[in-house]
Each structure stands twice: as C-alpha cells, then as structure tokens.
C-alpha cells in the first residue's frame, strides 16, 4: 500500500554551542575550498563570483539534458539549471550543518588541527607554503583553488593529504544532505513508495523532579544500553520475573517520525552524528545510538553464525559454540523477529541473483526480521515507519515491557558501582546523569531538567555496544589487556552500478541477496562477501571519489539509475577504540591492513561482473585511484539460444583490461579509497581465560562478580555476517543462564519456597 499523503513529524536538530568555531576569515578559507568541490557550473567566466566554475558549453549542454530527461517534468530545464549551478556557500543550510559538525562532533585535536591550516592560509608566509601563492585561498581563482585541493590529495605530507580528503568528505556528504535540490534531481523521495504507517508501541520512561541531590532507585538488574544485546536479555530477565531497568543514552523517537530526514536521522539515531571516523580519516564507522540502538538502524539481514566461524570460536576454548543451546538460541531469536526469506526482491537484489546466476556464482538470499511479512522498504536506516522491521523496539523492548521492565531515556551511564566482598569487586549498580527531554527532545542545554542518578542492582549488563561498552569498564576502573582492543570493522568499500533505465534502489528491501564464493579467500575463513546497500544519498554517494564539481554532480544526478554493492570484508586483523581525552567518546584506531584490502579489491571486481552480464552501462568504486568502467559498445540482448550474438560478456576486451588494471593495484592504498563499517564487534573478547579477553564463557567480566557484558562486543573475533543474530542468540544464552541462577538463589534464601 502507498504512502500517499503520510508526512512524518519533524525531529528538530541539536541546537548548536554558541562557540563560533571559526573565525570569519577561517569560514571564508573553509567554504572556499568547499565550493571547489560543490560549485555553480557556467559557460561564462566571472571573477566577481569565485564560487563557479566555468565549463564548455558541450559539457553544459551534456549535463544538462541528461538530468532533464531524467526528471521528465514541465519544470525540469528549471530544476536542472538550479542543480547545476547550486554551489554550497550560497546555502545557509550547509553553512549551519558544518558548524554543527565540528561544534558536536569533531574531536578537538582534529578541529584544532583544521583551525591551524585555516589560519595559516591567511598568511602570506602560510599561503605560499600550502598553496604555492601569498594570496589568501579565498581570494585566489577557482581554478587555482582547484589544483590546490587535487595537489594536497596527493601531497607528501600526511597531514596535508588527511586535510584533503576531510574538506572533500565534508563538502560531499553536507552537500548530499542539505542541498535543496539533488533530492529531487536525484528522485529520492522524503517517504518510501509503498508501506503503510503504523505505530509503535506506546513505550512510558521513567521521569524524575527537578533537585541537587542524588535520585536512587533500587532493582535486581540494571542493563545500560537497549539495542541487540540490552533488549535480549531485559525480555528474558523480565520474563524470569526478575525487577529490571533499561537505561539509554539516547532518546525513543516513535514510528510518526519516521523515516527522518537525512540530517537528523543521522544526529538523533547514530553515534556522533554518523560521523564517526577512524583516526586515519579513511573510513566512516556507523554504529546506532537511539532506542533499539543498531536494531532501529540496520537493514534487517538476519545471518545466522557459519559453521567455519563456530568451529573457530569453539577452538578457542569455548565449546558452546558447536553446541545445540547456541543453535537452540539461534533458532529462538530468529523465531521471535519472524525471520523468513518470501518477499519480493529489490531491482537491485535480484540484480545481484540474475548476475550472479550468469556468472555461476553462489548467490543466497538473506533472512530479513520482517515479521514473516512483506518489508518492501529502503528507508529503513532512517527509521522504519510501518513498524515491519521487528527489531528491539518492535519485539524485544516491548516483551520486556510487557513483562514488568522499566525503562529510563537520556540516561548517561558514568561507572559501574562496585561493592568490595572480601576483596573481590562486586557490581552493585551503575551511577550516570539524566537528561530529561524538551523541545529538541533532551537535545538542548536549556529548558531541562538534568539530575545525577544512581541504580542499585544486584547485577549489572552493560550493553553499550562494541565502542562503549569497554570505556564503561574502563571509566569503572576496570583493569583488562584486551579491553578495547581486538576491534573488527568488516571494513567495507562501495561500488555503484549504473544502468540506462530508472532503477529507483532506494525502493524495496535494501538488503536480501548476498554472494559468498570470496567468503574464504585465505583458507582460514577470512575473505568478502558481496551484499548490497541502502541507497541513501548522504550516506551512499559520499563515499565515491570526486575528479571535478561537473563529475561529481553529473555521477550524483544518476543515483535513480543506480544498483549499488559492497564488498564486506572478515577483517583478520583489528584495531582498538579508546576514549577521546577531552569528551570522553569513542575514538577508533584503525586502519583496513594490506592482507584485508587484497580481499575488498577481489569483492569490487566480482561486484563488477555481476553488474557487466546485468547490462550496467557503467561501474564506479569508491576507491579514487581506479577509474570507473564505462561501457564503449551497446549493450546487446539475445535470447538464451542465440549463438550468434557477438555481445562477449565478461570477455569483453575492455572490461578484462580494467580488471587487469584494477588489480594491479593490490593491495589497494588505504588514503586512496573510502570505506565504511557498520558493524564493529570485539572489543570485550569472550575467553576460557582472563590472559585472552574481558568475559569469561558466561559472559561475566573477568575477575568480577555481577558485572555481564551483552552486545557483539563479546564476540571472540569478526562473525563473517552481518552480527545482529549473533549478537541476540550470545545474549539470550547468557540472560537465561543468568536469569535461572537468580531463581536459584532467590529459591535458596527463602526456603526453597515458591516466589
């Protein structure tokens, strides 16, 4: 059913600080070098105006009448005409979303840094040294400007190239979300074409007064966190009859609001903002940060753990990892989420089936937590709005709720409290502040009520997620070698297919095919698999590399004509997260190795065959130093007993001699390609032995007493699939092995007597 006439409610954005960030001249340097990648296109050259890039008049004409014959619209030579000569200093949005970036979400050191370059290009001394002019960058020609931003993409220094390919990031990714008319130019629609709108489940939070005192509040398990992990194991712990209270940094947004927008999709619902990046600034790490965490967020895959990934685990030490209760755990969360496999696949999955089919490749379709229903929707990373997705907050959360469980938002959990038992550490709660909501939803530092909070439990389950959970442990004083280390990514780069008709790929189930022949390319379970991906725009295009403001707007106009994939990586070796020391978030420490980035490059280049034998015209990959394959002949069609068609298919010359090119490139240089990970897992290593990781086989922190940990952090290395059913079924094993030795000591201390 269509969603015609369905407008969500609008999710108001973080009031910024009042710090100006920058200072005048530093915005004028900053917007002038983001103009050079976002400019307003003309056939006539105008100093006055340093925003616009002047181009042929062919090339104008081309770009032209390829998006109006896109758009098919009365209006569409207008609409045309806007996009192409839109630049983003012009935009007061953009303008707004940038300070709103580094007054948030940038890490000092790295606005810092920024603010430092920034001045020095005010400086005849500093201009000349970065610039090769004593000319201020904003006052130089567009020209000019351009071939400084392309010389510090490659420049000696890596300062200078990580200051190059944050400018370009910026620029892209704000643009892509506050331009006011690539949407439309793209076709991307504020609400998804098909879903009726349902509503969430009426969730209460507990409030408290305003005050200068401590509140306490007293229950038999405190769980921090309510995505995959936290939501698990307060169902069962609730269920067992046991007092349980689920706090939450963030913010429950009903289903009315959903999907958001762009923008604030991405500041209410991910960590940071969405823009978390690793400290060498080549891959953006998305992790959920809402009610539901990453369940709210994520594309619905339901994966099951491999046998090659069990078996490896088992290894280690931790048997109950070929056992029936992991299987048993398996099948029981799958159950509960009514995960199946009958729907309609997207143009884009059955893109990846039908290549795959040609190509002789082993193509599966991917379990989706739908409720044993149709899910027809790729907006779903922007919040489910009919409610099909059946993650925490439709399932979970609800039974917990349902079952007694009490729940508090806007809750900042600052340590676990500790009870000292004849000199073992003891959890006895946890202690944070609360942030009532306003306006902003908790968001605004005015007009709320913010109180210290303490919760005192028998036993605490920290449920973070794999990049909060050990600095939890460790502002706890918790003392572990491998806490925060052993950080797996499954770093992933992006490839985009482009066909001649409309595709509309952000229409339908954005993930339910993947493709597993690269899966073990070492022989040691480590390898890519090929999936596809959500077709949001701000999340999606900005990960491609730009070569001009022409290209990049002409490759961003062709999105509706799009089929896009990744190559997701069993990353072998890791990384680690550590606390910002000014904030106090997360940072990550990770760079995509050498061994890992031969297996990404072997998953692009499968990615490309499949697009090839599906009729793709083009294939772009979201590594810079590759260019995108682009068909020279027609596209030839032949029924399946033809023999004499001439259409040679993968064998093209062409195409083979961009992949000999393409794989002369290994392992692939990690400055030159931009990566993503949405899934971050291990950074609280389960183990046989304290000397190996953070939690012993039942999930309990080493060398403590009550203190659990719940969420893939646990996992003893990277799950090869996507983690969430892993990450449940880990959870519902150690919640009920919890829950049931509760009811023992509740049954011991009264007698034995029936509660």
């Given at each position: 059913m269509a969603t015609a006439g369905y407008t969500p409610l609008d999710a108001p954005l973080f009031p910024t600080h009042e710090d100006p960030v920058f200072t005048d001249l530093q915005w004028d340097s900053l917007l002038s070098l983001c103009d050079v990648v976002i400019p307003a296109l003309t056939t006539e050259k105008r100093p006055e105006?340093?925003?616009?890039?002047?181009?042929?008049?062919?090339?104008?004409d081309s770009a032209f009448k390829s998006i109006t014959e896109?758009?098919?619209?009365?209006?569409?030579?207008?609409?045309?005409?806007?996009?192409l000569e839109e630049n983003v200093s012009s935009n007061p949005l953009f303008k707004e979303a940038v300070r709103r970036l580094f007054s948030l979400y940038v890490p000092q050191d790295s606005k810092k840094g920024l603010s430092l370059i920034l001045t020095a290009l005010n400086t005849r001394a500093g201009s000349l040294l970065l610039t090769g002019s004593s000319t201020p960058i904003q006052n130089q020609s567009f020209d000019a400007r351009e071939k400084?931003?392309?010389?510090?993409?490659s420049s000696r220094l890596p300062q200078l190239r990580q200051v190059g390919r944050s400018v370009m990031l910026l620029a892209k990714r704000q643009w892509l979300i506050n331009s006011p008319t690539s949407n439309e130019i793209i076709g991307f629609p504020r609400v998804p074409v098909y879903g009726k709108p349902a509503d969430t489940f009426d969730f209460q939070f507990l409030q408290f007064p305003p005050g200068d005192g401590v509140e306490t509040i007293e229950t038999d398990v405190v769980i921090v966190g309510s995505g995959c992990?936290?939501?698990?194991?307060?169902?069962?712990?609730?269920?067992?009859?046991?007092?349980?209270?689920?706090?939450e940094k963030a913010y429950h947004y009903p289903s009315s609001y959903f999907p958001m927008t762009q923008g604030s999709a991405f500041a209410h619902m991910f960590e940071q903002g969405c823009n978390l990046i690793t400290n060498d600034g080549c891959m953006g790490v998305l992790a959920g940060a809402t009610w539901g965490g990453g369940g709210t967020v994520n594309w619905g895959a339901s994966l099951q753990t491999q046998n090659y990934v069990r078996q490896e685990w088992a290894d280690t030490g931790l048997p109950f990892f070929t056992s029936p209760e992991f299987q048993n755990s398996l099948d029981r969360v799958c159950h509960r989420m009514g995960v199946h496999t009958e729907y309609e696949q997207s143009f884009q999955n059955k893109v990846t089936l039908e290549g795959s089919r040609k190509l002789?490749?082993?193509?599966?379709?991917?379990?989706t937590n739908s409720g044993n229903a149709p899910h027809y929707c790729g907006h779903c990373t922007l919040g489910c709005h009919t409610v099909g997705k059946q993650g925490p907050v439709a399932s979970w959360l609800v039974d917990a709720a349902k079952a007694g469980a009490l729940f508090i938002e806007g809750f900042t959990a600052d340590k676990v409290l500790f009870d000292n038992v004849e000199g073992k550490k003891v959890a006895a709660g946890v202690e944070g502040e609360w942030t009532s909501r306003d306006t902003h939803l908790g968001t605004s530092s005015k007009d709320v009520t913010r109180r210290k909070v303490q919760i005192k439990a028998k036993k605490v389950i920290v449920s973070c997620g794999t990049l909060n959970s050990p600095l939890l442990l460790m502002r706890s004083g918790i003392k572990n070698s491998h806490l925060g280390r052993n950080l797996h990514l499954h770093p992933v780069m992006l490839g985009a297919?482009?066909?001649e008709e409309q595709t509309q790929p952000w229409e339908g189930d954005c993930l339910t095919t993947l493709v597993t022949d690269f899966e073990n390319l070492d022989g040691h379970g480590h390898g890519v698999k090929i999936e596809n991906v959500a077709m949001v725009p701000g999340m999606f295009l900005a990960a491609f590399p730009w070569f001009s403001g022409l290209q990049y707007k002409k490759f961003a106009a062709n999105l509706g004509r799009m089929a896009g994939f990744i190559a997701l990586t069993r990353d072998k070796d890791t990384g680690r997260v550590y606390p910002d020391p000014i904030s106090g978030g997360p940072r990550v420490d990770y760079t995509t190795s050498a061994f890992d980035r031969k297996h990404i490059l072997e998953g692009l280049i499968a990615a490309a065959k499949i697009a090839y034998v599906s009729g793709a015209k083009?294939?772009?990959?979201?590594y810079r130093d590759m260019r995108p394959f682009i068909r020279s002949k027609k596209i030839e069609t032949a029924e399946a007993d033809d023999i004499n068609t001439t259409d040679g298919g993968i064998n093209d010359p062409e195409f083979q001699a961009w992949i000999r090119e393409f794989r002369k490139k290994a392992p692939l240089v990690a400055e030159s390609g931009t990566a993503a990970s949405a899934h971050q897992m291990g950074t609280c290593r389960m183990s046989d032995s304290p000397r190996k990781g953070v939690v012993d086989p039942d999930g309990q922190v080493w060398d403590t007493e009550g203190l659990y940990v719940a969420d893939a952090s646990v996992f003893p290395s990277a799950s090869g699939v996507n983690p969430m059913v892993t990450n449940m079924a880990i959870t519902d094993w150690t919640s009920r092995k919890l829950a049931n030795a509760m009811n023992r000591t509740k049954l011991s201390q009264t007698g034995g007597a029936r509660l």
């Amino acid at each position: 059913m269509a969603t015609a006439g369905y407008t969500p409610l609008d999710a108001p954005l973080f009031p910024t600080h009042e710090d100006p960030v920058f200072t005048d001249l530093q915005w004028d340097s900053l917007l002038s070098l983001c103009d050079v990648v976002i400019p307003a296109l003309t056939t006539e050259k105008r100093p006055e105006k340093p925003y616009q890039k002047e181009i042929t008049s062919e090339e104008y004409d081309s770009a032209f009448k390829s998006i109006t014959e896109t758009l098919k619209t009365s209006d569409a030579a207008q609409k045309a005409r806007q996009f192409l000569e839109e630049n983003v200093s012009s935009n007061p949005l953009f303008k707004e979303a940038v300070r709103r970036l580094f007054s948030l979400y940038v890490p000092q050191d790295s606005k810092k840094g920024l603010s430092l370059i920034l001045t020095a290009l005010n400086t005849r001394a500093g201009s000349l040294l970065l610039t090769g002019s004593s000319t201020p960058i904003q006052n130089q020609s567009f020209d000019a400007r351009e071939k400084v931003l392309n010389n510090w993409l490659s420049s000696r220094l890596p300062q200078l190239r990580q200051v190059g390919r944050s400018v370009m990031l910026l620029a892209k990714r704000q643009w892509l979300i506050n331009s006011p008319t690539s949407n439309e130019i793209i076709g991307f629609p504020r609400v998804p074409v098909y879903g009726k709108p349902a509503d969430t489940f009426d969730f209460q939070f507990l409030q408290f007064p305003p005050g200068d005192g401590v509140e306490t509040i007293e229950t038999d398990v405190v769980i921090v966190g309510s995505g995959c992990g936290g939501a698990v194991a307060a169902k069962n712990l609730a269920a067992a009859g046991h007092r349980v209270v689920v706090v939450e940094k963030a913010y429950h947004y009903p289903s009315s609001y959903f999907p958001m927008t762009q923008g604030s999709a991405f500041a209410h619902m991910f960590e940071q903002g969405c823009n978390l990046i690793t400290n060498d600034g080549c891959m953006g790490v998305l992790a959920g940060a809402t009610w539901g965490g990453g369940g709210t967020v994520n594309w619905g895959a339901s994966l099951q753990t491999q046998n090659y990934v069990r078996q490896e685990w088992a290894d280690t030490g931790l048997p109950f990892f070929t056992s029936p209760e992991f299987q048993n755990s398996l099948d029981r969360v799958c159950h509960r989420m009514g995960v199946h496999t009958e729907y309609e696949q997207s143009f884009q999955n059955k893109v990846t089936l039908e290549g795959s089919r040609k190509l002789g490749y082993n193509a599966q379709i991917i379990p989706t937590n739908s409720g044993n229903a149709p899910h027809y929707c790729g907006h779903c990373t922007l919040g489910c709005h009919t409610v099909g997705k059946q993650g925490p907050v439709a399932s979970w959360l609800v039974d917990a709720a349902k079952a007694g469980a009490l729940f508090i938002e806007g809750f900042t959990a600052d340590k676990v409290l500790f009870d000292n038992v004849e000199g073992k550490k003891v959890a006895a709660g946890v202690e944070g502040e609360w942030t009532s909501r306003d306006t902003h939803l908790g968001t605004s530092s005015k007009d709320v009520t913010r109180r210290k909070v303490q919760i005192k439990a028998k036993k605490v389950i920290v449920s973070c997620g794999t990049l909060n959970s050990p600095l939890l442990l460790m502002r706890s004083g918790i003392k572990n070698s491998h806490l925060g280390r052993n950080l797996h990514l499954h770093p992933v780069m992006l490839g985009a297919a482009v066909f001649e008709e409309q595709t509309q790929p952000w229409e339908g189930d954005c993930l339910t095919t993947l493709v597993t022949d690269f899966e073990n390319l070492d022989g040691h379970g480590h390898g890519v698999k090929i999936e596809n991906v959500a077709m949001v725009p701000g999340m999606f295009l900005a990960a491609f590399p730009w070569f001009s403001g022409l290209q990049y707007k002409k490759f961003a106009a062709n999105l509706g004509r799009m089929a896009g994939f990744i190559a997701l990586t069993r990353d072998k070796d890791t990384g680690r997260v550590y606390p910002d020391p000014i904030s106090g978030g997360p940072r990550v420490d990770y760079t995509t190795s050498a061994f890992d980035r031969k297996h990404i490059l072997e998953g692009l280049i499968a990615a490309a065959k499949i697009a090839y034998v599906s009729g793709a015209k083009e294939f772009h990959t979201s590594y810079r130093d590759m260019r995108p394959f682009i068909r020279s002949k027609k596209i030839e069609t032949a029924e399946a007993d033809d023999i004499n068609t001439t259409d040679g298919g993968i064998n093209d010359p062409e195409f083979q001699a961009w992949i000999r090119e393409f794989r002369k490139k290994a392992p692939l240089v990690a400055e030159s390609g931009t990566a993503a990970s949405a899934h971050q897992m291990g950074t609280c290593r389960m183990s046989d032995s304290p000397r190996k990781g953070v939690v012993d086989p039942d999930g309990q922190v080493w060398d403590t007493e009550g203190l659990y940990v719940a969420d893939a952090s646990v996992f003893p290395s990277a799950s090869g699939v996507n983690p969430m059913v892993t990450n449940m079924a880990i959870t519902d094993w150690t919640s009920r092995k919890l829950a049931n030795a509760m009811n023992r000591t509740k049954l011991s201390q009264t007698g034995g007597a029936r509660l």
